[in-house]
């Protein structure tokens, strides 16, 4: 167990599972005490509860911003403050193709994944701006980064995020207030509905499987003290898949284009 986070209070949205768990964890091991935010009230109670008196536990649906309030002022009397706000609940969308997708989960998504983090951050801001600042980090992803096929709404919600991020850094820079963004990739989480193993083996350089763990070690940093000169970033927790294929892709790719070349 470690100081980091000591006497600091932080909000982690999407908290009872995945990265958002995995933080609210590391958070409090580091000395923080944590509002575990989540719509899911028998996972988020059961961590709340296995976490011990520095944490507890607030339904919220993100999409309502007097559920978002709600929440900001919860943690402050509660713990007494707010330093931290972890904006990391999210949802995926329909992976048809474009030209067969309705876009009926639109609104849905685009409410919890980027209405959710602008109003969190603002809510957020309000106290932090009157209290010497804190970190806002916003929960992206490497589909936001990088264009691709579908989930084609989850994709714009997410690179709306790092633009929304980056702009309010400017803007609350004068308060104290850091805004960050992570940009996981490859993460097996309650919404990863594919198969990592084949993706990781063609799209990462790094072949090590990745862990909620690992992304919430990138959220404590910036978070942190260690992290007082940094804000408006995006750090990928990718295993190096924005930086480009695996060299064994690359390979394959020169040997094909070598064939076609000798016929």
Not at 172 to 196: M, Q
Not at 213 to 239: E, H, K, N, W, Y
Not at 241 to 257: D, E, F, H, I
């Amino acid at each position: 167990m470690g100081h980091e986070l000591a006497g600091m209070t932080a909000i982690v949205t999407g908290g009872a599972s995945g990265i958002g768990s995995a933080t609210a964890q590391l958070f409090v091991d580091e000395g923080a005490t944590v509002v575990i935010a989540d719509q899911d009230v028998e996972r988020g109670e059961q961590l709340a509860t296995q976490l011990g008196d520095a944490a507890a536990f607030k339904q919220t649906d993100v999409a309502d911003a007097d559920q978002i309030q709600a929440l900001v002022d919860f943690a402050i009397a509660r713990f007494g403050g707010l330093h931290v706000m972890f904006n990391n609940a999210g949802i995926s969308s329909s992976f048809r193709r474009f030209l067969k997708d309705d876009l009926s989960d639109f609104e849905r998504v685009m409410a919890v994944n980027l209405y959710g983090v602008m109003v969190g951050s603002q809510r957020a801001a309000r106290h932090m701006a009157e209290h010497g600042g804190g970190s806002i980090i916003n929960t992206s992803s490497i589909g936001g980064i990088s264009g691709g096929g579908p989930p084609f709404t989850y994709r714009t919600s997410k690179a709306a995020i790092i633009h929304f991020s980056r702009s309010i850094a400017t803007d609350l820079a004068e308060y104290g207030i850091r805004v960050n963004c992570i940009a996981p990739g490859h993460i097996a989480t309650g919404i990863t509905s594919y198969d990592l193993g084949p993706v990781i083996r063609v799209h990462q350089p790094l072949q090590r499987q990745g862990t909620p763990s690992d992304v919430a070690q990138a959220v404590l940093f910036l978070a942190g003290g260690r992290s007082a000169q940094i804000t408006g970033i995006v750090v990928p927790v990718d295993g190096g898949t924005v930086a480009g294929p695996p060299l064994s892709q690359l390979k394959v790719l020169r040997t094909g284009l070598e064939a076609l070349e000798s016929e």
